[in-house]
């Protein structure tokens, strides 16, 4: 059974850091681009960072210089993605979600439940 766990949100003040963690488990996910993607209230879900099989970064320009995504492929069937926040502001305030994605016929796609980030001014 394909999981995906965030963990790590929370209320923290403006300029302040987070870091959240995934937990993906069922499926090699070592083969798969894993991401973070956020979606504030009113808003649609938008790309954060997305971290390739070969560790190739892509950041979206709000928070490029800001959030680091890093990955860790602990054995063939779990890995960890993690997003370290630093300098955070009102605007980053959103439900985060993890994702796991692997082109192909067809596309796969598994997403996490979410975890919430508040970011206070």
């Known amino acids: 059974q394909v999981q995906l766990v965030e963990s790590g949100g929370g209320l923290v003040q403006s300029g302040g850091s987070l870091r959240l963690s995934c937990a993906a488990s069922g499926s090699i996910f070592s083969i798969y681009t894993m991401g973070w993607y956020r979606q504030a209230p009113g808003k649609q879900r938008e790309l954060v960072a997305t971290i390739s099989v070969g560790g190739t970064t892509n950041y979206a320009d709000s928070v490029k210089g800001r959030f680091t995504i890093s990955r860790d492929n602990v054995n063939r069937m779990v890995s960890l993605v993690y997003l370290q926040m630093n300098s955070l502001k009102s605007e980053d305030t959103a439900v985060y979600y993890c994702?796991?994605?692997?082109?192909?016929?067809?596309?796969?796609?598994?997403w996490g439940q979410g975890t919430q980030v508040t970011v206070s001014s």
């Open positions: 994702n796991a994605h692997q082109s192909g016929s067809p596309d796969l796609s598994h």
